[in-house]
């Protein structure tokens, strides 16, 4: 008979301590919010963005939660920054256990004439970029797992025990592969996000020889930087997401982190890969009456 994994209590189920997180465009707005969740819970965390600075926010997380917090400029459309990156991270902290990748872009665009220029930086900051960094931390902590440097061949069968020792990616797709809104003309960034959810089942099933979780997680109209510089050129914008929520609100950041430690927590997630969270508010669930009125 196949031995069972040890059931955890819930006090430790979402215990991150002594792991280390890359998370990308935690510079600030929704990347921050999830810095903060996951340093909460005891989780290093490697900070990268494309911005000289980030929020002094993120520094401030150290001394609140007693955690490592680092902050690398780096291009993730840049196959070279990113290694270099990684290598740093390498070297500052003692392994990479978990990436979360929620550097994107946006731009409102009708579709008869979208430019060939939104869709290659789109594409590039949300898909390239995403698949990029994601590929060098799995390297990363498959290097951890196996204690080799050899990435050719995976092991004959899964001896990795994904609740105790694996790793955890997870890619921030968005409401917005799940159904369309009459509020944006977002095709560019609906398609660039449904490319990262397309990639959650093949990786999760090319990882999991080494214990590496993959999901993603679609989160709803969220009150983020992205969302404010929407709501100024389009005021009604919020008004108009407000309405099709079930509660008649949009969200704030702190409502979408608790699913993201969730996926990230080997205790409380150790047998979930290959999925998508939806986290939207009702949004998705029904026929809007803003659309219909």
Not at 96 to 112: M, Q, R
Request: include cysteine.
């Amino acid at each position: 008979m196949s031995s069972q994994p040890s059931s955890s209590s819930p006090t430790n189920l979402f215990s991150l301590s002594g792991q280390t997180a890359v998370i990308t465009g935690a510079a600030r707005g929704l990347g921050l919010a999830f810095a903060d969740i996951l340093a909460s819970a005891s989780c290093n965390i490697a900070a990268l963005d494309i911005l000289p600075e980030p929020s002094p926010t993120l520094f401030e997380l150290e001394s609140k939660y007693g955690v490592q917090i680092r902050y690398y400029k780096v291009d993730i459309t840049s196959p070279e920054q990113i290694q270099q990156a990684i290598e740093q991270i390498e070297a500052d902290f003692p392994s990479i256990d978990i990436n979360v990748n929620a550097a994107g872009v946006v731009t409102d665009e009708p579709f008869l004439t979208t430019t060939k220029s939104n869709i290659d930086q789109t594409f590039a900051v949300n898909f390239t970029g995403s698949f990029l960094v994601a590929q060098a931390c799995a390297n990363s902590m498959v290097r951890r797992l196996t204690k080799t440097d050899s990435m050719a061949d995976p092991p004959p069968s899964p001896t990795i025990d994904p609740s105790k020792s694996g790793g955890s990616i997870v890619f921030i797709a968005s409401i917005a592969t799940h159904i369309a809104s009459s509020a944006q003309r977002i095709s560019v960034y609906t398609a660039s996000k449904g490319a990262v959810r397309s990639l959650v089942k093949p990786l999760a099933m090319e990882l999991a020889p080494y214990g590496i979780r993959v999901n993603s997680l679609s989160p709803g109209y969220t009150m983020t930087d992205m969302m404010r510089g929407l709501q100024s050129q389009q005021p009604d914008l919020v008004k108009q997401f407000e309405q099709e929520t079930l509660f008649g609100r949009i969200a704030v950041p702190d409502e979408v982190k608790g699913a993201l430690l969730f996926l990230c927590a080997r205790g409380a997630s150790g047998w979930v890969t290959g999925q998508d969270l939806l986290v939207d508010g009702g949004a998705s669930s029904w026929k809007h009456p803003a659309v219909l009125s």
